[in-house]
Nanobody, 124 residues
Framework: QVQLVESGGGLVQAGGSLRLSCAAS????????MGWFRQAPGKEREFVAA????????DYADSVKGRFTISRDNALNTIVLQMNSLKPEDTALYYC?????????????????WGQGTQVTVSS
């Protein structure tokens, strides 16, 4: 079992930045690929970014590529999503997820553990 707790969400103006963190506890964190997903009201959950167990491989949704950066620190059991140049369409509840494989994946159905989410609101 892996427990995930997100933090760092908030209200920011368009063009601003936020840094989301996800703290993991439980089983060996470094055995899991990790991902960030988001869900806006009335919309389906969508992939944002993912990172392999070692951090050597990352993947991004086209909508955030060049603006968001995912990273991990296995010694601290933490992953981070640095979000720059935020847009109103980035507004959503952001979730951290863990997958019992080593490679990053885009399908939320393939992730095994989820956090409760942290709200990001970008005003225009």
């Amino acid at each position: 079992q892996v427990q995930l707790v997100e933090s760092g969400g908030g209200l920011v103006q368009a063009g601003g930045s936020l840094r989301l963190s996800c703290a993991a506890s439980g089983r060996t964190f470094s055995n899991y690929a990790m991902g960030w997903f988001r869900q806006a009201p009335g919309k389906e959950r969508e992939f944002v970014a993912a990172i392999s167990w070692s951090g050597g491989r990352t993947d991004y949704a086209d909508s955030v590529k060049g603006r968001f950066t995912i990273s991990r620190d296995n010694a601290l059991n933490t992953i981070v999503l640095q979000m720059n140049s935020l847009k109103p369409e980035d507004t959503a509840l952001y979730y951290c997820a863990a997958d019992r494989s080593y490679i990053p994946k885009r399908r939320w159905e393939e992730y095994d553990y989820w956090g409760q989410g942290t709200q990001v609101t970008v005003s225009s």
